[in-house]
Antibody
Framework: EVQVAEAGGGLIQPGGSLRLSCAASGFTVSLNYMSWVRQAPGKGLEWVSI???????HYADSVRGRFTISRDTAKNTLYLQMNSLRAEDTAVYYC?????????????WGKGTTVTVSS | QSALTQPASVSGSPGQSITISCTGT?????????VSWYQQHPGKAPKVIIY???KRPSGVSNRFAGSKSGNTASLTISGLQAEDEADYYC??????????FGGGTKLTVL
């Protein structure tokens, strides 16, 4: 079965760091575009970052310079390293397979992992 | 960049048709046929129902249809069913390696 599962969320103080992971099964992460999308409590979806099959990475303005997307081919896992966290980063973070890139066809989503940034 | 503009809410009775608009600019929706629509039920992950403006993934009902004219994309749901009650988000490539979502539309089936 094709699926992804996020992990690594939790409660973190402002200014802290957290690394999210997204373990994939049934497909190869490195052969696909993979995206992170977040959803603040009661709010809409917000695209965060993408990594292409070639390894190029791109970020939303709101997280550029603080977040880093990466992948581990051997573990078939996607990551999101989040530094200098702010209250406004509080959200459910989803990873998704992005079949045609650029948010156009995100067909496999996890259940999400919750990040709460608060003192 | 601002989010794409969607109506906050729409409603319809079972069997009726509704349309949700998604207005962007000539830099995003108007420039690329990379517009998709996602359905999200409460507490669940989003599900893609339309991609590349008007294509349906396998398994998605043909009651869902997408279109685009200029800077505005639209999602039409025909033959409304109770299970269609959910939040709907449009999404578009916005150039310069970025992606924009709409603010979301809550569909209520009366």
């Amino acid at each position: 079965e094709v699926q992804v599962a996020e992990a690594g969320g939790g409660l973190i103080q402002p200014g802290g760091s957290l690394r999210l992971s997204c373990a994939a099964s049934g497909f190869t992460v490195s052969l696909n575009y993979m995206s992170w999308v977040r959803q603040a409590p009661g709010k809409g979806l917000e695209w965060v970052s993408i990594i292409s099959s070639s390894g190029s990475t791109h970020y939303a303005d709101s997280v550029r310079g603080r977040f880093t997307i990466s992948r581990d081919t051997a573990k078939n896992t996607l990551y999101l390293q989040m530094n200098s966290l702010r209250a406004e980063d509080t959200a459910v973070y989803y990873c998704a397979r992005d079949r045609s890139g650029w948010g156009n066809y995100m067909d496999v989503w996890g259940k999400g992992t919750t990040v709460t940034v608060s003192s | 960049q601002s989010a794409l503009t969607q109506p906050a809410s729409v409603s319809g009775s079972p069997g009726q048709s509704i349309t949700i608009s998604c207005t962007g600019t000539s830099s995003d929706v108007g420039s690329y046929d990379l517009v998709s629509w996602y359905q999200q039920h409460p507490g669940k992950a989003p599900k893609v129902i339309i991609y590349e403006v008007n294509k349906r993934p396998s398994g998605v009902s043909n009651r869902f249809a997408g279109s685009k004219s200029g800077n505005t994309a639209s999602l039409t749901i025909s033959g409304l069913q109770a299970e269609d009650e959910a939040d709907y988000y449009c999404c578009s490539y916005a150039g310069h390696n970025t992606v924009l979502f709409g603010g979301g539309t809550k569909l209520t089936v009366l």
